[in-house]
């Protein structure tokens, strides 16, 4: 639909290169026509393509059933006046303005593959939303990928370590591997470790909140970075000869950044839009640029 990698002009001339110069829009009718696209129609047919694309890697010696899933956060830069956008969240650095989304990606052997994408509201400043609960976002994911592959076990990083997370992905029935917070009580085991001189080590601990409760463990395992002990939480039975070993699994999710890159960078459509000249010049460092009346700018 956004005809990717052009912006409004191309995008128009592309479609009837495709589907003939007699049914060929304008420019301005296709970006607008893009535009009218009810959320529920793209993530129909987002949801068809997936079905389309499992589909054919079944027959792929690479794709195993059931699969291991990652859900992470992206951000898509937003540089227009906040008050005309609820969804946009500020950034870590307290200065951009974004649209939040979450995903969660088939990942293995040549296998990055998003299915299920959900947006993330965050309460800001500007305005008086609710934040999202991210146990409801990982619900939600879970929920939808299922309905494509039967999921065994789900990465997350720490923005997820919370109790309630851990509850609802058992709750789903798959397992979980979360690096988890390194909070006072960890750093009395990582201490005590480091007076008893064990590389590894587990602790037993279990969740107790309103949706449920679930025995869980704690793995102090030494930092891939060579330097210092990481703490991973997961509701498997993993016993200290073991734990190393089975928390070398969350590298895997290192293909999502990968597959940000590809999608933002490949798969995102291009346009054009008058926006103020300082957003212009703070936000975009490879476009030209034509001042107009002053105070306008044209990217």
């Not at 990652?70 to 540089?79: E, G, R």
């Not at 798969?267 to 107009?292: D, E, G, N, P």
Request: proline share 5%; hydrophobic share 35%; net charge negative.
């Amino acid at each position: 639909m956004g005809m990717v990698g052009c912006g409004t002009p191309q995008g128009a001339t592309r479609f009837q290169f495709r589907r003939g110069s007699e049914n060929g829009p304008h420019g301005d009718t296709h970006l607008r026509a893009v535009k009218q696209f009810e959320p529920a129609a793209l993530v129909d047919g987002f949801d068809e393509a997936t079905d389309r694309l499992l589909s054919i890697l079944e027959s792929e010696a690479s794709f195993r059933r059931p699969v291991t899933a990652a859900i992470d956060i992206t951000t898509v830069p937003y540089y227009v006046d906040v008050e005309e956008m609820p969804m946009v969240s500020g950034t870590k650095d307290g200065e951009g303005r974004a649209f939040k989304f979450a995903t969660l990606s088939i990942i293995g052997q040549n296998i990055p593959l998003v299915l299920a994408v959900e947006p993330v509201r965050e309460s800001s400043s500007w305005d008086e939303n609710p934040s999202n609960q991210i146990h409801r976002v990982v619900r939600r994911l879970v929920q939808r990928a299922k309905e494509h592959v039967p999921i065994e076990t789900v990465l997350c990083d720490r923005e997820f370590d919370s109790m309630r997370v851990f509850q609802t992905l058992s709750n789903l029935a798959v397992n979980y591997l979360i690096p988890k917070r390194i909070t006072s009580s960890e750093r009395e085991v990582i201490k005590q470790m480091d007076e008893d001189d064990p590389e590894v080590a587990v602790e037993s601990a279990s969740v107790h909140v309103e949706s449920g409760s679930h025995l869980l463990r704690f793995l102090y395992v030494p930092s891939t970075s060579g330097e210092g002990t990481t703490v991973f939480a997961t509701n498997l039975r993993v016993g200290p000869d073991e734990a190393e070993t089975f928390c070398r699994r969350y590298s895997r999710r290192w293909q999502i950044e990968n597959e940000y890159k590809s999608i933002k960078g490949d798969f995102l459509a291009k346009t054009s839009r008058r926006i103020t000249a300082s957003a212009c010049f703070t936000s975009c460092s490879r476009c030209c640029c034509t001042i107009s009346g002053g105070s306008r700018t044209f990217c």
